[in-house]
């Protein structure tokens, strides 16, 4: 299909996707801040984008709003071109960025007052939303002071609560709860659920596996420009390090015995730790889990207890982003969207 | 569809906003008053950014009536009705120069960017701006007209004339802020936009007829005076308000107005534009 005459609400959209990334380069001098980024998220999901400091992350979500161009690729937000639709586009997104942006002057009433007028809100219905997410917020008692006189995590709900005014059918939100105290986070938490709830499709960026867990369907991590890994949450831990198995013996001075137990036997990987009495080891398939039961059963070992865990998203971030070097070797899990 | 027409080497730099939705002047009309209500509500929080509107024509009145009229002009009231007509032109300079300091702080505080996500005019912030320094720029000449006729300035022709007179400064000062705010978009701090301003408005304000005649002045200064606009808005706004001729400096103030306005709002907009 040729891309110039595309109806209007099928613009490079298969439908489901509240934004398609396709491609996205953007270079600043010697650095390459985006490097041919691909991404998609679908309608009414939340996507969390993982990154280290320096990654792109920010850079990504400035070109989804239209703050800075690309120097190639091509990204669709609710339909809308990034660069051909800029204004149709705006209308669609709320954003927070990573920084705040309230008029520090203003009280937090007069600063949402002022976006709900600027997004074509009759008076009194802007006035009735900038009330109400003031006090979503718990903004409330301060809403007629200056931003200027609000603490760090004070602000950054006030420009949470200005991203969500108009109500955008997509929000970005870059590093939402940083600097936030564990309260306000879950709040936070709770605001961006329900507005997916209500149909909202949300990009997340965060250095909080917690949060992710907590708010992402999917995931992506880009380092060094580049998507280095993508999937679900159990997705990207199935693929990073496999499970843990941790058996509790009844008698925790026999660890060091089952430990050399099951190295005689072949199964190496296993650890132990005198202070929680817990035998650790790494599994790689489901067939070594029966094999160590076995072996520690067959030489008479009491076990009083066992658990297999995955490991924790930070330990995937970790494994992830430490080995992506300059390979093209990804391991992409969403085989999907691109084609 | 197919992905491989999209594919980042067959993307061109699109037709600019070939189908884009444009944003009716009504619309734009309502975003220009509701972003003046931000900027005026920034000066209520924050009033003493309305002192060199307020203070600077007193002062300036006081410093050069009493403390150089003298030396200058047989009597008192003869320098009032020479220099405070001068300073009427001067008043909007200073005040348009506040323009691009205001902007400047915008796009430090990153206020800028929550604009720029929103659906609005890109005209809209700027305009904006210029009519709330309007509207400064109107209590400034209140003042200073005020004032000086409680100390003795004398309006020998009638209002029209003297409106006329505010009217060509604001004017002026419409067409600097246009530099301004070029200034406030290309420095890196306010602090540095308001130096530089300085830079510019000293040597303009000084070097000019507004508060002594040029006779006495050596040669190269008189050349730069004679080219300088502020002098002939000083002496338009001296024409018309003390019944001299004026017509001849009104004319040369326009053609100011209209060159610089000409050659600095598309730099200016290209430059804002740029930005966002
Ligand atoms: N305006 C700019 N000029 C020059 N380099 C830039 C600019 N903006 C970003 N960069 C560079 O691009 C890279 C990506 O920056 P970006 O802010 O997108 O990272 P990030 O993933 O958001 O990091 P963080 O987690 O620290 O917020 C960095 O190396 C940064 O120095
Ligand atoms: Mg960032």
Redesign the pocket.
């Known amino acids: 299909m040729n891309r110039n005459d595309i109806a209007p609400n099928d613009r490079g959209l298969s439908g489901t996707n509240a934004v398609e990334v396709r491609g996205i380069v953007k270079h600043?001098?010697e650095?390459k801040?985006l490097d041919g980024v691909d991404l998609t998220v679908r309608q009414g999901t939340v996507l969390g984008v993982l990154?280290?400091?320096?990654?792109?992350?920010?850079?990504?979500v400035r070109i989804l709003s239209t703050l800075i161009k690309p120097d190639a690729g091509t990204a669709f937000v609710g339909g809308y071109d990034v660069l051909r639709q800029p204004k149709q586009l705006r209308r669609t997104i709320g954003l927070t960025g990573?920084y705040a942006s309230v008029d520090e002057l203003l009280s937090g009433y007069e600063n949402l007052y002022l976006i709900g007028r600027l997004l074509d809100l009759p008076a009194k219905q802007a006035k009735a939303r900038a009330t109400e997410l003031l006090e979503r917020f718990s903004l409330t008692d301060a809403a007629k002071r200056p931003a200027k006189t609000y603490s760090g995590g004070m602000r950054r709900r006030l420009d949470l609560a200005a991203s969500m005014i108009g109500n955008p059918k997509v929000l970005y939100l870059?590093?939402p709860t940083t600097g936030l105290d564990p309260r306000t986070r879950n709040e936070v938490w709770d605001e961006v659920q329900r507005m997916v709830s209500e149909g909202a499709t949300v990009l997340l960026?965060t250095?909080y596996m917690e949060e992710a867990e907590q708010l992402a369907d999917a995931l992506t991590v880009?380092d060094k420009?580049k998507v280095i890994a993508s999937g679900g949450v159990a997705e990207l831990k199935a693929q990073v390090g496999g499970r843990t198995l941790q058996v509790r013996p009844v008698h925790p001075a026999e660890l060091p015995e089952m430990a050399r137990c099951l190295h005689e036997t072949g199964l190496t990987g296993a650890t132990f730790s005198a202070d929680t009495g817990l035998l650790s080891v790494q599994l790689t398939d489901d067939e070594q889990l029966t094999a160590v039961i076995g072996v520690l059963g067959s030489r008479g070992f009491g076990i009083a207890g066992i658990d297999t865990k995955l490991p924790s998203l930070d330990e995937v971030f970790l494994t992830i982003t430490g080995k992506s070097g300059p390979t093209d070797a990804v391991p992409t899990l969403e085989k999907e969207a691109v084609a | 569809m197919s992905a491989a027409t999209l594919s980042p080497a067959t993307v061109k730099p699109a037709p600019l906003n070939a189908d884009d939705v444009r944003i009716g002047p009504r619309a734009t009309l309502r975003h220009i008053g509701a972003l003046t209500r931000r900027n005026l509500m920034r000066i209520k929080a924050d009033p003493e950014s309305m002192l060199d509107a307020v203070l600077v024509p007193i002062i300036f009145t006081v410093l050069f009536i009493y403390v150089f009229g003298g030396a200058m002009f047989p009597t008192r009231a003869q320098y009032i009705q020479y220099m405070v007509p001068g300073l009427l032109g001067t008043t909007g300079l200073n005040l348009a120069m506040a323009v691009g300091t205001g902007l400047n702080s915008d796009f430090q505080t990153g206020v800028m960017d929550r604009f720029r996500t929103l659906p609005i005019g890109r005209s809209a912030v700027l305009l904006s701006k210029m009519a709330a320094e309007m509207l400064r720029a109107l209590v400034s000449f209140t003042i200073l007209i005020t004032f000086a006729m409680i100390i003795g300035l004398e309006i020998k022709t009638d209002v029209l004339h003297l409106l006329a007179a505010v009217g060509l400064s604001l004017m002026f000062g419409m067409s600097i802020v246009w530099i301004s705010m070029l200034l406030g978009m290309s420095l890196s701090s306010p602090q540095a936009v308001q130096g530089v301003s300085m830079l510019v408005i000293m040597p303009l304000q000084f070097g000019s007829s507004i508060f002594a005649p040029t006779g006495t002045m050596p040669g190269w200064l008189q050349t730069f005076t004679e080219y300088n606009p502020l002098s002939a808005l000083a002496d338009a706004c001296r024409g018309l308000i003390n019944g001299e001729a004026f017509s001849h400096s009104v004319l040369i103030v326009v053609i100011w107005s209209v060159a610089i306005t000409a050659v600095t709002a598309p730099l200016a907009v290209a430059r804002f534009r740029k930005r966002t």
């Open positions: 600043y001098g650095t801040a990154g280290p400091n320096g990654a792109g992350k920010t850079t990504l990573q870059d590093e960026t250095q880009i420009g």
